[in-house]
């Protein structure tokens, strides 16, 4: 089984005043005077920025580095699967040994029972939390990378609070 990782930056809580550092390089060439302590697609860690798509933070900045889970709505596929067996099959029994003109309409039944209670606990199975890296900076918190993957969000949380605490 291949696990795959979805890196990307996301949208802020709400927008903060910060002072823009330029990025050096393009993100994925390393700079010969700034070694890198943490890169991972589009995310780059040097002692003294935090680089996340095209956007820079400056470690000097950063007050507070903690990191959030978001789980995702559930209760609309849990819906579907309880309506499916409550409403669905119970109508399907029904219309299976009504008369031969309503014929049609438990095929259609059927199709959408099916898809409804199938689909949704397929969704069930693949639904996944979204962890994110979130900074306490001057002008407020904000939420500045997310991935499906909590290790890369721990070691990316740890690395950005290690450097933002050295003199």
């Given at each position: 089984m291949a696990v795959v990782t979805v890196l990307r930056p996301v949208v802020p809580l709400r927008e903060v005043d910060r002072r823009p550092?330029?990025?050096?390089?393009?993100?994925g060439v390393p700079d010969a005077g700034e070694p890198s302590l943490f890169q991972a697609g589009g995310v780059r860690v040097t002692r003294d920025t935090l680089v996340v798509g095209g956007q820079s933070w400056a470690l000097?900045?950063?007050?507070?580095?903690?990191?959030?889970?978001?789980?995702p709505k559930v209760w609309?596929?849990?819906?579907?699967?309880?309506?499916?067996?409550?409403?669905?099959?119970?109508?399907?029994?029904?219309?299976?040994v009504s008369i031969s003109a309503l014929k049609g309409a438990f095929e259609a039944g059927l199709?959408?029972?099916?898809?409804?209670?199938?689909?949704?606990?397929?969704?069930?199975l693949v639904v996944e939390d979204t962890h994110y890296l979130v900074l306490g900076l001057p002008g407020g918190t904000r939420r500045v990378f997310g991935s499906h993957d909590a290790?890369?969000?721990?070691?990316?949380a740890g690395t950005v609070r290690a450097a933002s605490q050295r003199p």
């Open positions: 550092v330029a990025s050096p390089e393009p993100l000097r900045d950063v007050r507070q580095v903690e990191t959030a889970r978001r789980t609309p596929y849990l819906l579907a699967v309880g309506l499916a067996g409550a409403l669905g099959l119970p109508l399907l029994s029904w219309l299976s199709v959408l029972t099916a898809l409804g209670l199938f689909g949704s606990m397929a969704a069930l290790q890369l969000i721990a070691r990316l």
